[in-house]
T-cell receptor, first 106, second 114 residues
Framework: KNEVEQSPQNLTAQEGEFITINCSYS?????LHWLQQHPGGGIVSLFM???GKKKHGRLIATINIQEKHSSLHITASHPRDSAVYIC????????FGKGTSLLVTP | NAGVTQTPKFQVLKTGQSMTLQCAQD?????MYWYRQDPGMGLRLIYY???????DKGEVPNGYNVSRLNKREFSLRLESAAPSQTSVYFC?????????????FGNGTRLTVT
């Protein structure tokens, strides 16, 4: 099974700060997913990437296949970004990290 | 466009009772999944259906059964609920099996077994 490690586990930031969440995995993959889970519980897919970088609004996801590492960046963070961010990697089935809980304070 | 619809949102069962969680998607996706989410653990796959007419066990299938009723619907049944099945359950779907297409999740079912 592909071991997926996320760091940090918890993160508190002030509004406007640049945020980075990291994800490392143990076995080569064909795709990596970043998901967002809001306090209400719903889970939405933010990105699916297999190489390079993707950007959507203030969110940027990067992946380094050789180093088996991905980062999710949030620029100009806002309290509405407060959520749990989950990394998942492809394989026999998706393997999920335990999530990074982000709190952005005004 | 409703996406993935999952019912019920909340359920409380006594040990030994049975129930079925319903899931339907309207995106014409081939693959559907049931996950459970427990505190301190990542989402874990219970069962999946890679395509209509097939179902397979995931990581934690014990105590559960599934039915892929048609391309749209995938239900999860607990035959005799146990306190260890207290969890939040998510149904999800994707265009293709194998993690190479985006997942779409239902809103979850919070199940408590007493």
């Amino acid at each position: 099974k592909n071991e997926v490690e996320q760091s940090p586990q918890n993160l508190t930031a002030q509004e406007g700060e640049f945020i980075t969440i990291n994800c490392s995995y143990s076995v080569g993959i064909s795709a990596l997913h970043w998901l967002q889970q809001h306090p209400g519980g719903g889970i939405v897919s933010l990105f699916m990437l297999s190489s390079g970088k993707k950007k959507h609004g203030r969110l940027i996801a990067t992946i380094n296949i050789q180093e088996k590492h991905s980062s999710l960046h949030i620029t100009a963070s806002h309290p509405r970004d407060s959520a749990v961010y989950i990394c998942a990697v492809s394989g026999y089935a998706l393997n999920f990290g335990k999530g990074t809980s982000l709190l952005v304070t005004p | 466009n409703a996406g993935v619809t999952q019912t019920p949102k909340f359920q409380v069962l006594k040990t030994g009772q049975s129930m079925t969680l319903q899931c339907a998607q309207d995106m014409n996706h081939n693959s559907m999944y049931w996950y459970r989410q427990d505190p301190g653990m990542g989402l874990r796959l219970i069962y999946y259906s890679a395509s209509e007419g097939t179902t397979d066990k995931g990581e934690v299938p014990n105590g559960y059964n599934v039915s892929r009723l048609n391309k749209r619907e995938f239900s999860l049944r607990l035959e005799s609920a146990a306190p260890s099945q207290t969890s939040v359950y998510f149904c999800a779907s994707s265009e293709r099996w194998g993690g190479n297409s985006p997942l779409h999740f239902g809103n979850g079912t919070r199940l408590t077994v007493t």
